[in-house]
């Protein structure tokens, strides 16, 4: 049996405890949110450095190019145009509430992230599926034309 000090823990080597482990990736995972951006689990999503949720800016999207219980994604632009029913457009932002991601696809009548999976409603952007917190900030979309104007 191996020897101990006063204080408990014997001679040698410690293993570290989960605790010290857990305490060691949160720090890590600290100081890269406060330091920069992360990439993304895919790999391949495009990762924002501005805050989740941001508003993004202003588009102007062809009606035809947003099918019914569909959407389109202007990532450059960030925005999310959708048309849950024949003739309704509802639009949000294409930031991800949860790390900043940009959605990058609408399938089944949700909006998906690709970074970890979040989906929101093609409806009012509410949260289907987490890790999201909060759903997508709604955007004013009028219809001009055949066009909709995204601001």
């Known amino acids: 049996m191996p020897r101990s000090d006063r204080s408990g823990e014997p001679d040698g080597p410690r293993r570290p405890q989960r605790r010290d482990v857990l305490r060691g990736v949160g720090i ?20 924002q450095t501005d805050t989740p949720g941001a508003t993004g800016g202003n588009a102007s999207i062809p009606v035809s190019e947003v099918p019914v219980g569909g959407g389109h994604i202007d990532a450059e632009a960030e925005v999310v145009v959708t048309q849950p029913t024949k003739g309704t457009y509802a639009a949000f932002s294409a930031v991800c509430t949860h790390q900043g991601c940009i959605v ?48």
């Open 104 to 151: 990058n696809q609408i399938l089944d009548q949700r909006i998906h992230c690709p970074c970890h999976g979040s989906q929101f409603s093609i409806t009012d952007g509410a949260v289907l599926q987490g890790p999201a917190p909060k759903p997508l900030p709604r955007r004013k979309v009028a219809k001009v034309g055949h066009t909709l104007k995204v601001t």
């Open 28 to 47: 890590t995972a600290g100081a890269l949110a406060v330091g920069g951006t992360v990439s993304a689990c895919s790999g391949t999503a495009e990762q």
